[in-house]
Structures are given as structure tokens and as C-alpha cells.
């Protein structure tokens, strides 16, 4: 929705607004959108630009200096006209919570004040410096923050991505060409496997007919490593769905749960354990199975699954999606503290569905993430060198020639 907004406002020569609040800081669930415009505009321009908006419901002018906005399938937007002379100090109130803000309004006291410091300063970075503090990534603006630890901030690629062969929108080769567009080196292609027949899951056969399909995208769409992968349903028991040998001609493998999502806690429990410990396993794919609004989270015992995840190298997802943002920054702070390390994958199944990566990424720098901790933090080279060697591995372990 913050695109749509700024999209609008740039067309209009407006200028771009900034996106606050609880959307910053990668706050899970978002009501109410947030944003800036730096401008000298008028409301009324403002309004008139969000108004050619076609998935716009509603445009109300609130005072001289706001803008709220209604969004088909979305919530509502307010817009807040900021002068220039006002925008660091906006951004700063408009961003942290009322607890982060009182504690630099506490340690600005002593220099006249927040407002004094923010007028005196051209960035945010140098409100901070100024009071002789870290900066505060958005994302860790919650209430004091004293200390900031090294975070990650991007993805040079993606592993869960479907295509038409599946349930996806796109075809392989224009899921390559977008994950390049939006700067992705490489995109692992995972259709689901055949047990999600209701997904168009496919068997080993069809997976080696797409094996073929994959490396003739890969030689079609330049500029962008293709990886071949699938995301293979954890049965009840927790074995996988396909067989080891299929597996183990795969350059990764993501696995998941998706039908019996209501067992108990130790049933759950006992279920992901196996599935991580399998040595074709790379990434247990979105392992609570929640969706927001819509779904619980399946009970497990998310440190046991972790540790067990470190010691046999198996990666646990944070999923991008915005239904899903499976692992929470919560859950994603108990699993690291085992040990664990994570994917960030935005469960793509259209080329715009590459752009929820970023959710993820914000769950992961909110749980205090270091790059050091996400597998697709890597660069192209490592990434493949890495995924080979596991897979060699795996297969000398399960006697797979």
C-alpha cells in the first residue's frame, strides 16, 4: 500500500512519502499505514493524486496538513504533510514507539530538547550521534536501545518460489527474469510435491521433466542463477513425501507442513524433529503453519526442533509471506538462542510475491539477526559451493550413488 501511496504522489510531482510507525519497525500486524510526505503541498493536492488511485475506496482531507485514504483489501492510510524544517523531528516521533521516543526526549533534556535536536540535525543518524547514542535501526525502535548488534540487511537470493507447474502464477523463466529485476542473484524453483495434489503437487517423474524446464530458463534468462528444488510435505509421521533418491537430485530441499496442523504439542513436536533430522532436508519450510488472522500456530517445542535443526545443518524458514511471517521474530529469537539458523523466503507465487521478501527481513533484523545467521545472506558462489557440498554429504550418509 505504501508503494501505491508513493506511486501516486510521484506521478502527481508531488515528492515521496516515507512509510512510520508500526510498518517501520516491521511490526507483524499493521492496521493503520503511516506515512510523511515532505512537501509545502496542500492537503487538497494530496487527496486529488490518492483519488486516481484504482484500488482506492475513499480520500478524506482530515485537517490542512492530512490525508487519510481507505485501500480495496487493505486498511486505512494517513498521510501527514510535514515541512522541511520539521522532517527529521516527524520522522522520529512518526517512527519509534511512544516508549523509544520518550527515551530520547529524556536524553535530549539536557540540550534543550528532542525538538532543538532534531532543527540542529540533517538526519536522523546525526540525532543520535548528537546524543551520544547508537543509531536505532527502525526495526529495534521499540524502547531503549543501548546497544546494536549487527544486523542483517538484505538477501542476495531466494529459495521458495512456485511456478506455473504448481500452484504459482508465472512460468519459471519469468519468475528468473523478476527475481532479477528486483536484484536477486539467484531463485531456487520449489513447486509443492504430490501429496498437495490440491496444489497441483508434482511426483518424481514430473520432477524430472522439471529439472529440464529449469536449466533451459537458466540458460534463457542471463544474470541470474537458478537453483532446482521442492517443497516436500512432512507426512504425519513425519517421513517425506517423496523418495531419497528424488530428493538427492535436487539442489535443496524445503519441507513442510501442510495438512495436520491440529495434532498436539509432543505429536508436533516428535514430527518436525524427524523431518529435520532427514540429511536431504535443507529448510523446514514456514514450521508453525500459522496464518495471521486466519490460522494458530501449530504447539511444538520450538528449542528442541532448533537445536535439532543446528546440530544436522538444517535451516527453519522465515517465511515472507504477509498471510504467514512464519517464524515470528519471537519464536525466531528462541531458535537462534539454540543455535539455529534461518532462510528468509518470500513463498512467491507470482513475480510480485518476490517483493514480500523484505517482511522477512524486517522479522529477522527485529529478532536480531546477523547475516553470519541467514543462509541466503551468502553470495551466489558460496551458496551453491554450500548446497552442493550438503548434498554430497547426504547422499554418502543415506548410500544414495
Known sequence: MGRLVNEALGRA????????????????????????????????????????????SSVEIVDASAVRARFEGGGPALIRIVPPAGWVEALLRGTGSAAHVRWLSTAAAGQGGLGAVCKASRTEDAVYAALGLPYAPPELREGPTRRVPELVESVTGVFHVHTTWSDGAATIADMAQAAKDAGFAYVGITEHSKAASYAGGLDAGKLRQQARAVAQAGKAVAG?????????????????????????????????????????????????????????????????????????????????????????????????????????????????????????????????????????????????LAPSQVLNARDTADVVSYLATRRRKAKRTLAIA
Open 224 to 368: 541470474v542463477t537458478l537453483l532446482h528444488g521442492v517443497e516436500v510435505d512432512v507426512m504425519l509421521d513425519g517421513t517425506l513425501d517423496l523418495d531419497d533418491a528424488t530428493l538427492a537430485s535436487l539442489d535443496f530441499v524445503i519441507a513442510s507442513v501442510h495438512v495436520g496442523l491440529e495434532m498436539s504439542a509432543r505429536d508436533m513436536t516428535s514430527r518436525l524433529l524427524r523431518a529435520v533430522r532427514h540429511p536431504l532436508v535443507t529448510i523446514l519450510g514456514h514450521p508453525t503453519g500459522r496464518l495471521l488472522l486466519g490460522r494458530k500456530a501449530s504447539p511444538f517445542d520450538v528449542e528442541a526442533v532448533a537445536a535439532a535443526a543446528a546440530r544436522n545443518d538444517t535451516f527453519l524458514e522465515i517465511n515472507a509471506n504477509p498471510q504467514r511471517l512464519d517464524l515470528g521474530e519471537d519464536l525466531v529469537r528462541r531458535a537462534a538462542a539454540e543455535g539455529a539458523r534461518f532462510a528468509i523466503d518470500p513463498d512467491a507465487h507470482s513475480t510480485r510475491g518476490l517483493r514480500d521478501t523484505g517482511l522477512g527481513i524486517s522479522v529477522a533484523r527485529r529478532a536480531g
Open 13 to 56: 510531482g508531488l515528492g515521496e512519502g516515507a512509510v512510520v510507525g508500526d510498518a517501520r519497525r516491521g511490526v507483524e500486524l499493521v492496521r493503520d499505514l503511516a506515512m510523511l510526505l515532505r512537501s509545502p503541498v496542500e492537503a487538497a493536492a494530496v487527496a486529488a493524486a490518492l483519488g486516481k488511485i484504482a484500488a482506492c
